[in-house]
């Protein structure tokens, strides 16, 4: 493997995780939640983030 492939590759995982991040943010505002904050947890975290989310109760409303 040479340094080429290696920053092809590395630049499909950032490409990735930043779409997922942006999914997450989505899915948090969805649930009442700061989607801002959830895309800066989701970059690191990654899928542990999106599993954390589906599984969390809805925020209750501020009226």
């Known amino acids: 493997m040479n340094g080429s492939e290696i920053v092809a590759q590395g630049s499909q995982y950032a490409l990735g995780l930043g779409t997922l991040a942006l999914l997450d ?8 939640r700061s ?9 690191p975290l ?3 983030a999106t599993f954390l989310l589906v ?6 409303e501020i009226e």
Do not use: V
């Open 55 to 60: 599984f969390l109760d809805k925020a209750p």
């Open 35 to 43: 989607g801002l904050l959830w895309f800066f947890i989701s970059l």
């Open 25 to 32: 943010a989505g899915l948090a505002q969805s649930k009442n």
């Open 46 to 48: 990654g899928p542990i």
